[in-house]
T-cell receptor, first 111, second 114 residues
């Protein structure tokens, strides 16, 4: 049973526009959420995190929104750049337990 | 180097053989994690080390899998009597503390079982 779901396997966005990557979770006990970015043949790189006490966290072009009632979070990238093309993983955890990862969404930013 | 280093980067072996994968974490990072990523799947947690102890081994899929860490540094993941379903990318990560700190990943070992 997948506790963290990224229902869009891929997304294409024009350069300069907004990219919105979505993630749904089923476990209401999750209280910490992260986004990682992965280029081919490289390990994932941490992007941004959010605690369940917040509903928004921003870092430069990246903003993560958390909607606890809907058990949904999203990553917004504005403006999108070709270098943002990668696979994005959403991850969640509760308390001091291992991260649970989604299957990832492949973002392609088209110049 | 400053990052997490994994070796080998690729390993091809025959079914039934044992394999050993190595991870050198970032210096000073007390926490170390092993994950597995099968094709088209997310990262699957295998084991977590805090120092040289493994308080969480809940993700190891069978007793063919084991891991150790020495000197609060290098870790090795051993898979005995490999099976074709063990084919995956094995990723190691380290962090300065437990699960709540951002994890820094190595580039992984791509394991292919023939």
């Amino acid at each position: 049973d997948q506790q963290v779901k990224q229902n869009s396997p891929s997304l294409s966005v024009q350069e300069g526009r907004i990219s919105i990557l979505n993630c749904d979770y089923t476990n209401s006990m999750f209280d910490y959420f992260l986004w990682y970015k992965k280029y081919p043949a490289e390990g994932p790189t941490f992007l941004i995190s959010i605690s369940s006490i917040k509903d928004k966290n921003e870092d430069g072009r990246f903003t993560v929104f958390l909607n606890k009632s809907a058990k949904h979070l999203s990553l917004h990238i504005v403006p999108s750049q070709p270098g943002d093309s990668a696979v994005y993983f959403c991850a969640a955890s509760k308390g001091n337990t291992p991260l649970v990862f989604g299957k990832g969404t492949r973002l392609s930013v088209i110049a | 180097g400053a990052g997490v280093s994994q070796s080998p980067s690729n390993k091809v072996t025959e079914k039934g053989k044992d394999v050993e994968l190595r991870c050198d974490p970032i210096s000073g990072h007390t926490a170390l994690y092993w994950y597995r990523q099968r094709l088209g799947q997310g990262l699957e947690f295998l084991i977590y080390f805090q120092g040289n102890s493994a308080p969480d081994k809940s993700g190891l899929p069978s007793d063919r899998f084991s891991a150790e860490r020495t000197g609060e540094s290098v870790s090795t993941l051993t898979i005995q009597r490999t099976q074709q379903e063990d084919s995956a990318v094995y990723l190691c990560a380290s962090s300065s503390d437990g699960y709540r700190e951002p994890q820094h990943f190595g580039d992984g070992t791509r394991l292919s079982i023939l």
